[in-house]
């Protein structure tokens, strides 16, 4: 038989297949609960748990960019001459990500995973290779957009590991993906911190210790991992012809627009041409797609309108707005705390260690939170119930922070560190909930949505919350330190002065003509109560996006029949390949 000939009947043979899976009685399809075959328990094998592993690290390590550059990237943008294009360094890594995730996490239901995970990791080793080498803003801009889109691919990991384990461990599967960003976001700061100290080969090597980490998960999972090919039952050249190529085309615009807005926001004012055309032409290209998601008759929609509307919204829109709302929420609560160490509990003959110490608070928080999810949760239960209350709770210690001072330094570490430990409980738990929103042959297409929540939510929340504490800064800033300058001894010229120099720290301070050390000293303490009164802004202010996220979690659906004995996904070089109903 000639090879045209075997690929034709490949094609036909899975058309077959999936005819017969459409029609049989026991698809998901009607309720979208995972099939279980025989109720039998089925083994996660050794080889398995080696896979797992490797696409624990492919997340990890492609995630470390993300608090290495959100430490340095001011300092970095000074060391490189070009400080306004700070901002960018950062944010250009979560417009690239979201857009990767949207077009290849949905994709890979019909490619299959394995191409997309080495891919992203092979990307990830040339994109931090440029921003490790980069003597120019330009080129690590460019080096954090490709890392980006490589980390969209790589994060793919995020519903590849959940689907090689039992749909009961579906939740703890979600952990195991992110076990490694628990490095990232803990020691991250850190580390950031000592590379940018010891000058450029600390710096660079932050990056090219990220190329070389990604290149050996590119080799384990060429050597390991083996999907089904066809994890829909559809054949290649079919798929090709049925891509909503027009859809990819509409969001791409749309993300990319209105982030840009969004981070031109950040920094320029809201009325200024650059932050007012993207965000106006992006909105209204997102609602174009929507409307051709909704209403042109597509074979492949990258949002099936199906989905969102399955149980009245509760099977996949209630989880995903619970995940945006809690994402926004804590992004709000890690404004709220980098300011506080930055700015009230430390000064800048503070010891490094000193903040750092402080950073911990954070993301043991977090750790805790997905350790008790994993262990508590799995005999607790009450899936819903449990969502409900830590979200609330998550809440109620992140508003708390409101009453920060720079005498509440122990209740304040308290309070940040039961808030990131309900977070890490509800972040979990609403990925396992909007993953198990869709058919699990579709599992791509929920896993991007969750993924692509979590990163737009990151970008829009982090200007907000920093346009609301800039403007508390600005108007508490005339109230509070203009008084405390004048008193004194400074004449309202000066005090003016001495405002406007106090945000390029307080050596700018004493260098402005006139000022006295008990000026300086009463600029310093008069800056910091101004930002005391900016942290509770933005502290009460985040609570409506909780609040938002504790309400929608009253209409989640009970997910216990859901989280069954049945594997998803089986690899094709294991002892259990002919169970996959695709290959």
């Not at 008759?297 to 099936?304: M, V």
């Not at 160490?341 to 110490?357: E, H, Q, R, Y």
């Not at 990163?455 to 800064?473: D, H, M, Q």
């Amino acid at each position: 038989m000639s090879t045209a000939e075997k690929e034709k009947a490949q094609e036909t043979t899975l058309v077959e297949a999936e005819q017969q899976h459409i029609e049989s009685p026991s698809s998901p399809s009607s309720d979208l609960v995972p099939n279980q075959e025989d109720g039998t328990a089925d083994k996660v094998t050794f080889k398995t748990w080696l896979v797992v592993f490797a696409l624990s690290m492919s997340y990890g390590i492609s995630f470390w960019p993300v608090p290495i550059m959100g430490t340095i990237q001011t300092q970095l943008a000074v060391i490189l001459n070009d400080p306004p294009q700070s901002a960018w360094l950062g944010s250009v890594y979560n417009i690239a990500t979201c857009i990767a995730f949207m077009l290849c996490g949905a994709n890979s239901d019909l490619f299959g995973r394995r191409w997309f995970l080495i891919g992203g990791n092979v990307l990830m080793v040339v994109g931090s290779v440029i921003v490790g080498s980069a003597k120019t803003t330009g080129a690590a801009i460019t080096g954090m957009v490709i890392s980006g889109f490589a980390g969209g691919n790589c994060q793919i990991s995020a519903f590849a590991i959940p689907e090689l384990l039992p749909n009961k461990w579906r939740h703890i599967g979600v952990v195991i993906a992110d076990a490694f960003v628990y490095v990232d976001v803990i020691a991250g700061p850190i580390v950031a911190r000592y590379g940018l100290a010891a000058g450029s080969p600390g710096w660079r090597w932050l990056f090219y210790s990220t190329a070389f980490g990604n290149g050996l998960v590119a080799v384990a999972l060429i050597l390991w991992y083996f999907p089904p090919r066809h994890p829909r039952g559809i054949p290649f050249g079919q798929a090709f012809r049925e891509l909503d190529y027009i859809g990819g085309v509409l969001f791409t615009a749309a993300v990319s627009l209105i982030l840009v807005g969004v981070v031109y926001a950040s920094y320029l004012p809201s009325n200024d041409g650059k932050v007012i055309g993207p965000l106006v032409s992006g909105f209204a290209t997102l609602v174009a797609f929507a409307c051709w998601e909704t209403w042109v008759p597509l074979k492949q929609p990258l949002t099936p309108p199906r989905l969102f509307k399955h149980n009245y919204g509760r099977s996949l829109s209630a989880p995903m707005v619970v995940t945006f709302s809690v994402t926004i929420y804590y992004l709000g609560t890690n404004v709220i705390w980098s300011t506080i160490i930055g700015t009230i509990f430390t000064t800048p003959s503070s010891p490094t260690s000193l903040a750092a110490k402080y950073s911990l608070a954070q993301g043991m928080g977090v750790l805790v939170g997905a350790i008790c999810l994993s262990t508590i949760g799995t005999k607790l239960k009450h899936w819903k119930w449990s969502q409900c209350f830590c979200v609330t709770m998550m809440t109620m210690f992140g508003g708390l922070l409101a009453l920060t001072t720079e005498k509440t330094r122990a209740m304040s570490i308290v309070f940040c560190f039961f808030c990131a430990t309900f977070y890490g409980w509800a972040q979990y738990l609403s990925i396992t909930y909007v993953q198990f929103g869709a058919e699990q042959t579709e599992l791509g297409i929920a896993g991007r949505l969750a993924g692509t929540g979590r990163y737009a939510g990151t970008s829009v929340a982090s200007t907000v919350y920093v346009t609301i504490l800039s403007n508390a800064v600005s108007s508490n800033g005339v109230k509070k330190v203009i008084p405390a300058v004048m008193q004194a001894g400074a004449s309202r010229a000066l005090a003016q002065q001495v405002l406007a120099a106090l945000p390029s720290g307080l050596g700018a301070v004493a260098a402005v003509p006139g000022t006295t050390d008990s000026i300086v000293v009463a600029a310093a303490l008069a800056w910091r109560d101004t930002y005391v009164a900016g942290v509770r802004t933005v502290a009460l202010a985040s609570i409506a996006f909780g609040a938002l996220g504790a309400i929608t979690c009253l209409f989640l659906e009970d997910i216990t029949p859901k989280m069954n004995e049945k594997i998803e996904i089986y690899l094709e070089n294991d002892v259990n390949a002919e169970r996959n109903v695709y290959h």
